[in-house]
Every structure is written in structure tokens, then in C-alpha cells.
């Protein structure tokens, strides 16, 4: 496989309760840009909601499903269990006043691979790390409050829990493009495409632990970055002749997706690197409006009428 056929991360997907309520954590508390309000394409009436830093780079995207009434889930086996993002080295004590301003409350700090990180939980108890590090020459988020220096420059990591991590493990470095950067009794840290912040994927094996119930406050998906179409088309083909059950390519307008579930058990997900967020909004009214694909252009009126409101 080329070796640049995975090229770090692309976008993490969950599911939230309150619309409103999972705008204002990640806009309001974490500072990052509303990148993109549109719709699931596949369950019209929930909104579908993009936050990243000001561009919408790929790597530095997380995105929810929306959901009111219906269960909440259970972070467990099989499952994505916390999403890490990215931070400057001295923004700790900013990060710690800042959460607790906001009545937020955090655990830490704590030391990982020799560099500290706090643990807190959105609205819904989705699992979040702050990872402090001088290795990101990303430029952070900054809106009111929060400066470039000490904004969230995007996904550092994400961490998968297993019963047993071996089936995965062997996937991502066969099949995947990944290589193992760094590891403890505990952790194993893998990279695609190069070993620096947004290309890193912890795996953890508790046994003990029961599978994730799926609802809100739950990771849905997890999204690797590809160059292209034409790599996108050879890695689908490749992973269908090791067996693996890989979707049709679908079009999500910013980005072209096929989607597959690895023998862990977690769904995966190929992304293109473009066209972007910026074929349909400027960079300075990115993430104001609601913006449609063109084939549901003509129902927008009933789609609107049926999201709730942010």
C-alpha cells in the first residue's frame, strides 16, 4: 500500500441530544468555528452539524447527529471512547480558569507520552481530552475569549476501546497505513500518513468492560482522511478483496465517503480530502446558514420546517 494512502484523520462523528445545547459547548465553551450547518443526508429531518477550525480543514473536524427522545447510550468495548484535541503546551492554566468559569468540570492534569492533558465531558457526557503539546504547528481556534494562542487547533487523537485490541491492531497496520508511534502496558498509539498531532489513533483494551450501547452522547463514526477519489477507489477496492463488506462510494458534497466496519467492530470511514467546506460559503460566512446538496435544493422549505431550532 502507498504509504501515503491514509493520511491522518478526517472527521469524528457523534450523536447529541440538544441541538442548541451542542452548539453552544462546542462554539461557545470550546471556541471551535460552526463550520457547516446542513442536514444528515440520510435522515432528513436531523440536523447534521460541523464544527472545526476556521477553514474546515480535514483533521481538525467533529461532527453530531442531533437527536431529541431518544436513549441515552454507554461509552464502552467497540467503540471510539474519547475524542483528543489538540492544544498549545501553555494553554493549561487558561483551559483549567476557562472550564471552570463555565462550570465544567475536568480531571487533571495528567501525563501521557510526556505531555499533560485534562478529561472533561460535553453536555451530553461525550469524552473529551485537551492534550497540551509544542508539536502542532496548526494555528488554534480563536474567538471571544480565546485566543490563537491557546485555541483548539483541531483533533490530536482519538481513543478505541476494545475487549481484546489484536483484530484491530493487525487491520490498521495491514490494511490501513498505520504504524505504531508509541506504547504502554495500557496504550498503544498508531499514525497514518505521518507521526505528528491529527494523524494519531490510540487503541486500549479493557476486558472487564461491556460494549458501547449506542444513543446520544456516543461516538457514531470515525473518519480517516484520503487524497482523492482515485485513492479512495483503490483502497475500497483493496479492503473488498481482504474481505471486508465496504459501502458504495457516497457523495456528502464536501467530501466523498464509503464506509465499512473494521473487524473490531468500530465504523469506519474513508473521506476525501475536497472539495472542502468552502465551495458552498465564504470563509467569513462559514457555518451561518443552512446549506443543502443540490438533489434536496427543492425540499428545502419542508426540511426546514421539520429541524429544531438552533
Avoid: C
Avoid at 461557545?28 to 477550525?53: A, C, P
Avoid at 499533560?116 to 508539536?135: A, K, T
Avoid at 446520544?216 to 479512495?232: I, K, R, W, Y
Amino acid at each position: 500500500m502507498d504509504q501515503k494512502m491514509i493520511n491522518g484523520l478526517h472527521h469524528i462523528t457523534s450523536i447529541s441530544g440538544s441541538a442548541r445545547n451542542n452548539v453552544r459547548f462546542y462554539t461557545e465553551i470550546l471556541g471551535m468555528q460552526f463550520v457547516k450547518r446542513t442536514i444528515n443526508y440520510d435522515s432528513t429531518d436531523t440536523w447534521h452539524l460541523y464544527y472545526g477550525n476556521r477553514a474546515g480543514d480535514p483533521g481538525s473536524i467533529t461532527t453530531f447527529f442531533p437527536f431529541t427522545g431518544i436513549t441515552k447510550g454507554k461509552s464502552g468495548n467497540q467503540s471510539v471512547v474519547s475524542a483528543q484535541y489538540s492544544v498549545a503546551e501553555g494553554s493549561l492554566d487558561f483551559w483549567m480558569e476557562r472550564l471552570k468559569t463555565h462550570h465544567i468540570g475536568y480531571r487533571g492534569p495528567f501525563n501521557r507520552f510526556d505531555e499533560q492533558y485534562i478529561q472533561f465531558d460535553d453536555f451530553d457526557g461525550i469524552h473529551i481530552e485537551l492534550v497540551f503539546n509544542r508539536h502542532d504547528q496548526r494555528l488554534g481556534s480563536s474567538t471571544a475569549g480565546i485566543s490563537k494562542n491557546h485555541g483548539i487547533k483541531g483533533l490530536y487523537s482519538v481513543t478505541l476501546s476494545y475487549a481484546s485490541s489484536e483484530a484491530t491492531l493487525g487491520f490498521l497496520t495491514r490494511y490501513m497505513d498505520h504504524h505504531i508511534a508509541n506504547q504502554t502496558s495500557e496504550r498503544i498509539r498508531l499514525f497514518s500518513g505521518e507521526n505528528k498531532p491529527g494523524h494519531f489513533l490510540d487503541i486500549i483494551s479493557r476486558p472487564a468492560v461491556p460494549n458501547q450501547v449506542a444513543g446520544t452522547g456516543t461516538v457514531h463514526h470515525l473518519a480517516f482522511q484520503t487524497s482523492n477519489e482515485t485513492s479512495q477507489i483503490q483502497l475500497q477496492s483493496q479492503l473488498t478483496e481482504a474481505g471486508i463488506n465496504v459501502s458504495d462510494v457516497m457523495d456528502r458534497q464536501y467530501f466523498k465517503s464509503v464506509y465499512f466496519r473494521e473487524p473490531g467492530g468500530v465504523l469506519f470511514e474513508i473521506a476525501t480530502s475536497g472539495p472542502g467546506f468552502l465551495i458552498d460559503e465564504s470563509l467569513d460566512t462559514l457555518g451561518e446558514n443552512l446549506m443543502l446538496p443540490h438533489w434536496l435544493e427543492d425540499k428545502r422549505h419542508e426540511i426546514e420546517a421539520a429541524l429544531s431550532p438552533l
